[in-house]
């Protein structure tokens, strides 16, 4: 595994995605990809499947320790008292006493990012979490969450893959030395289909949708990958043994530019 420093954080670049992996299959999939060698795993509390990451981590018998944990507090409960509640819930059903980090999962314009930064940062203070960040913040935002927060950001959490250009969101977290990391880096599926990467993927005997995550960790990005199906976990972690060109890198960029989310 390879990892990512980003003010004070050491971030495996690969993480596991568990949006919309419930139940049985979330537990299976988190226990099999911990097994497997991921580190990172990716969850929030909108996904209302933590209680079943814990107990995937826990059916693993990998140590905590090893384990690099993310959780998302949702944009309704950014209000400070709230916020707090929340990560408190997130922490009782994961049943840890911390996440490797926390994030906001997505801004709020109806409630004063000071007041919702200065929770963050608390969580970090209280112990709750070693480490905090952002998700889907733009340029200004990023600049407005620095300028507020007390404890250091370490990534922002974006969309991120062949279809959409990022660069400007790269530039300014790099910047200030925060990470990006890349979600829906398989374009919900959408990249494991295209033409242009499965031409790049076997010159090097590698599958299009490793080529588009290759793509961002080349980028600088770390990306977490989701899959319901335990043969694509080895797959998606086989990303670390063949390097892009200088022309393959730019060819790839250059899909990006009509600027497609997925969402
Ligand atoms: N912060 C945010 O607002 C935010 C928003 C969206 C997502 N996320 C996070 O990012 C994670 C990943 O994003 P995502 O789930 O939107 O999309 P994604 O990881 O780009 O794509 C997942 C889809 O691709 C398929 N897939 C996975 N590996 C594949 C492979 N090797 N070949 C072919 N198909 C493959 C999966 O199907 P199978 O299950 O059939 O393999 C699934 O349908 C999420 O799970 C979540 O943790 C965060």
Redesign the pocket.
């Known amino acids: 595994m390879e990892f990512v420093e980003a003010n004070g954080a050491r971030i495996p670049s690969v993480g596991l ?4 992996l419930r139940g049985r299959t979330c537990t299976r999939i988190v226990e099999r990809a911990l097994q497997l060698g991921y580190c990172h795993i ?3 509390e909108m ?1 209302e499947n933590e209680r079943e990451v814990g107990e995937g981590l826990r059916a693993s018998g990998v140590k905590r320790s090893e384990v690099f944990i993310t959780t ?1 507090i949702w944009p309704t409960h950014f209000a400070p008292r709230d916020f707090e509640r929340s990560t408190k819930e997130c922490l009782k059903r994961l049943r840890l006493s911390e996440v490797d980090l926390l ?1 906001m ?2 801004p709020n314009p109806r409630i004063p990012l000071a007041e919702t930064m200065g929770a963050l940062c608390n969580m970090k203070q209280a112990g709750l979490t070693q480490h905090i960040g952002i ?2 913040f733009t340029v200004p935002l990023i600049s407005e969450a620095l300028a507020l927060a007390t404890e250091p950001l370490v990534t922002d ?1 974006i ?1 991120w ?1 062949p279809y959409l250009d990022q660069s400007e969101i790269a530039a300014a977290c790099r910047k200030h030395g925060l990470a990006v990391t890349a ?7 959408k990249a ?1 289909r295209d033409k242009v990467l499965s031409t790049i993927g076997a010159e090097h005997g590698k ?1 299009a ?2 080529v588009s995550l290759r793509f961002l960790i080349q980028e600088g990005a770390i990306v ?6 335990v043969e ?1 976990l080895r ?2 972690l086989a990303i670390f043994d063949f390097v892009l060109t200088k022309n393959e890198m730019a060819e790839i960029r250059r899909l990006g530019a009509a600027h497609q989310s997925v ?1």
């Open positions: 995605g568990t949006w919309d990716d969850t929030a996904y998302k994030l999962h997505w998700s889907n959490q969309e893959h979600y829906s880096p398989i374009a919900r599926g494991s599958s949708g490793q977490i990958p989701r899959t319901s199906k694509r797959e998606n969402l």
